[in-house]
């Protein structure tokens, strides 16, 4: 495993866990923390051993977007590294890797970090966790997807409200907005988001990982040339011996054991 200086990764029984670690900063992000992030979920895309990708941030922050105090000092100690174009490919990563990923906001999450929240399958929060797309606030149009990823999570009118009126806006206010999935107290949340990452984890490890691709082929496919796809798919996993496990698991009323 790299040495990565700006982030965590941690990799166990299916589960990785990639941690935003510049807490001192809220875990503001730097070009070097774009780029660590881009290598590690490239890392983790190509584990066929993992099967879920949990992002989170250190401390009580998610991610605020850019550090613009690092990005403007003069102190030479904040000299970073300069961006390629590749590196702006973080939400794609979250987007289509193989696992199912998901991002759990547990404070702060604006502007670029906002950008990789969207990228991610699913969103949970902490209460007291506030949201800002918060780009048009330092005079940028914005990067990391957002107007790809944001119109089809909450709607065309919901994204462009939340991308040009720039207002912070809860946790709650996300939940309804159907932005995030789950919403959970500070005390809850560790627990919780360890319950649901456990209950995915204990689904076949084919099934899960086809739906995933599904959901990504489906994005570029007609409902017909999908169908086809889908169908196929279906066949062979359907003939399988976890889905055979399954079934009698049901019957049985027990829970189904996956080698």
């Known amino acids: 495993m790299p040495n990565f200086s700006t982030i965590k990764l941690e990799c166990a029984t299916g589960l990785a866990r990639l941690i935003l670690n510049r807490p001192e900063r809220r875990n503001g992000m730097n070009n070097l923390m774009v780029r660590e992030v881009g290598e590690a979920l490239r890392r983790v895309a ?3 051993s993992l099967r879920v990708l949990l992002l989170s941030g250190a401390g009580d922050a ?7 105090k690092s990005m403007t000092s003069s102190d030479e100690r904040e000299v970073d590294v300069a ?5 702006f490919q973080v939400p794609a990563l979250l987007h ?8 759990a906001v547990n404070g702060a999450c604006a502007g670029a970090g906002f950008g990789w929240a ?5 969103r949970v929060a902490r209460t007291g966790a506030m949201f800002n797309t918060a780009f048009l606030n330092v005079a940028v149009a914005g990067d990391m997807g957002v107007p790809w990823s944001l119109p089809r999570l909450v709607g065309a009118a919901k994204a462009r409200e939340w991308s040009f009126f720039c207002e912070k806006f809860s946790a709650e206010e996300a939940l309804a907005a159907g932005f995030v999935a789950r919403v959970w107290s500070a005390d809850e949340f560790a627990g919780n988001m360890e319950q649901l990452v456990g209950n995915l984890l204990r689904k076949s490890p084919t099934a899960l990982l086809t739906m995933k691709a599904h959901y990504v082929a489906a994005e570029a496919m007609t409902l017909r040339d999908f169908l086809l796809l889908e169908t196929e798919r279906h066949m062979r996993i359907a003939s399988s011996k976890h889905t055979a496990e399954a079934f009698r698991a049901f019957i049985e009323k027990r829970e189904p054991r996956f080698d």
Not at 62 to 68: I, K, M, V, Y
Not at 83 to 87: R, T
Not at 118 to 122: L, N, P, T
């Open 62 to 68: 998610f991610c605020p977007g850019a550090d613009l």
């Open 46 to 48: 190509a584990d066929s």
């Open 96 to 103: 289509t890797m193989p696992q199912v990923t998901i991002a």
């Open 118 to 122: 969207c990228g991610a399958d699913i």
């Open 83 to 87: 961006l390629q174009p590749e590196d």
